[in-house]
């Protein structure tokens, strides 16, 4: 079974029919637009506020939306080609909102340290109101009491250091069930085998969330149904996040996207999500029955007992809970965590294991290191890995090169100066991760894959968790991703087992792992990642 293909997702063109409703709508929405600018303008002008430059090239209406939507480029290329030309802070137009773009760990420093709860909003495009329970989503909720409180249960209930050591138990289980695969699939065909490792990590990481998240074992035959439909509605998702909005260029234009049915099928793939969702706390609302009856009858429960959506059951029968809605927060979080904590995850891993491929120098120094610490008697564990710090080195290379999300929005509570340019409150900002983390005045031959770079005394502290503000690919401030810390678990162990237990070598011609690009926001491998797989033990 293939899980979520992101070459094949659909990218939507508009068709004859469309176009003609733009036109139409850009002509009588054109005269309301300058009305409104020569307001705005007239009111900023006494404030004599410095902007920053324009990007030139925009188009009526819709501004520079036509050049973020390159067939072959993606979006943080384009902004990182335009921060060469314009400086580190520049002005871009999507229809009605004027962005702001920073390509400046400091910019964001000063942001994030002196102006934190200020960038701690999201816009709300139109696939996130609809296409995901906006309201009530730790991902996407606005900043206020409810976004504050959920975050708070996130961080102190369930992914806290010691909540995570009480489900570690679920986590290995699931990983070491992934490397039995691998090795009897090798032992099956003499040792080697060719396997499709995105998709194997893909595999792997939904199976860890999902036992987590809800109890969900890998081995249980219900599993593998639950995370086909998993899968069907992600990708569906997935595929309508990439289908142009009008109403995000021009807001009151909702209208247009209803009537060309979009926001019908993402608030459908949106109850299909939930009814998932729904699925996962029903069953482990009748595990909770059976084990409160087997507990009155003299069993024992243990903390191991417990999972993600316990926490969250008991917050809502004591009525912690935030929001009007308890099922749905619930459900929301849920959702949250199974596709935050897989997803990325997984994205990270595929470029990994690309960039080992193709610096085959990089995989053996990695190996000796193992071989030395660990030895070939034993495979690795978690208490190895402080030890192994070049494995480490390449966690934050890898990620320095490719981090999972390239661009961050983050739209302002209230006005503001950013970089010594005023930004009006409800302003939007790209924060573009990815060119930060190829700046040369801070990386030396910044596109060259170098762990070692971050063994050098001046880096070797610089870590990924949001305070050094030239590698932040889990984000930063506030919104940062609240499961730093579990995803760096696991990426650690299970790149130190595959370099310790496996030869690896890309299966093409010229034995060098393909690494083309898909065109978006996120950064996924477009082609497979076909390995050849030989075990050293």
């Not at 998932?276 to 069993?299: C, N, P, T």
């Not at 340019?421 to 573009?432: C, E, I």
């Not at 990642?529 to 075990?535: G, P, S």
Request: charged share 25%.
């Amino acid at each position: 079974m293939e899980f979520i293909n992101i070459s094949k997702l659909i990218y939507s063109s508009l068709n004859p029919y469309y176009i003609l409703v733009l036109i139409i709508i850009i002509i009588i929405t054109n005269v309301l637009l300058k009305t409104s600018t020569k307001k705005t303008n007239s009111s900023s002008s006494s404030s004599k506020a410095k902007k920053a430059p324009e990007v030139s090239g925009a188009w009526p209406i819709i501004g520079h939306q036509l050049l973020l939507m390159s067939k072959t480029e993606s979006p943080y290329m384009t902004l990182g080609a335009m921060a060469d030309k314009y400086g580190p802070a520049f002005t871009i137009r999507s229809g009605c909102h004027e962005i702001l773009v920073l390509s400046s760990w400091e910019m964001i420093k000063d942001c994030f340290t002196t102006n934190d709860a200020l960038f701690s909003n999201r816009p709300a495009p139109l696939n996130v109101k609809h296409l995901f329970n906006y309201e009530e989503s730790l991902g996407f909720a606005p900043y206020g009491p409810l976004w504050k409180e959920l975050r708070k249960i996130s961080a102190q209930q369930l992914l806290s250091n010691q909540q995570l050591r009480l489900w570690k138990h679920l986590k290995y289980k699931e990983i070491d069930a992934s490397f039995n695969d691998l090795n009897e699939l090798c032992d099956k065909n003499g040792g080697t085998a060719q396997v499709r490792m995105d998709y194997w990590f893909a595999f792997m990481t939904y199976n860890i969330s999902a036992a987590v998240v809800a109890g969900c074992e890998s081995q249980d035959p219900k599993s593998s149904v639950v995370r086909e439909l998993y899968k069907k509605a992600m990708e569906k998702a997935l595929n309508l996040t990439a289908v142009f909005s009008i109403s995000d260029v021009v807001p009151c234009l909702e209208w247009v996207d209803r009537l060309r049915g979009l926001v019908r099928d993402m608030q459908s793939c949106r109850d299909e999500l939930n009814s998932i969702a729904e699925g996962f706390i029903e069953e482990r609302r009748q595990k909770r029955r059976l084990r409160s009856s087997s507990l009155s009858s003299g069993h024992k429960e243990g903390d191991g007992d417990q999972n993600f959506i316990d926490v969250l059951l008991t917050f809502g029968e004591k009525s912690q809970l935030p929001g009007e809605n308890h099922e749905l927060v619930i459900q929301s979080m849920i959702l949250d965590m199974l596709s935050g904590s897989s997803d990325t995850t997984y994205v990270t891993l595929t470029w990994l294991l690309g960039l080992l491929l193709n610096n085959p120098h990089v995989m053996e120094r990695a190996r000796e290191e193992l071989d030395m610490h660990v030895g070939k008697n034993k495979q690795v564990e978690e208490s190895d890995i402080p030890q192994l710090v070049y494995i480490q080195a390449i966690i934050k290379e890898s990620m320095r090169l490719y981090p999972a999300a390239a661009l961050l929005p983050r739209m302002t509570m209230e006005a503001c100066v950013v970089g010594g340019f005023q930004v009006p409150a409800g302003g939007h900002l790209y924060l573009n991760i990815w060119k930060i983390q190829r700046d040369p005045t801070v990386w030396e031959n910044p596109s060259e894959y170098r762990p070692e770079r971050f063994l050098a005394e001046e880096k070797a502290d610089v870590d990924v968790k949001g305070q050094n503000y030239e590698l932040i690919p889990f984000g930063v401030g506030r919104r940062m991703c609240p499961g730093v810390t579990s995803a760096l678990q696991v990426m650690h162990l299970v790149v130190a087992r595959l370099i310790h237990g496996f030869e690896m070598r890309a299966a093409t011609p010229d034995g060098k792992a393909d690494m083309t690009e898909t065109v978006g926001m996120v950064t996924f491998n477009k082609n497979p990642l076909e390995v050849i797989m030989t075990k050293r033990f």
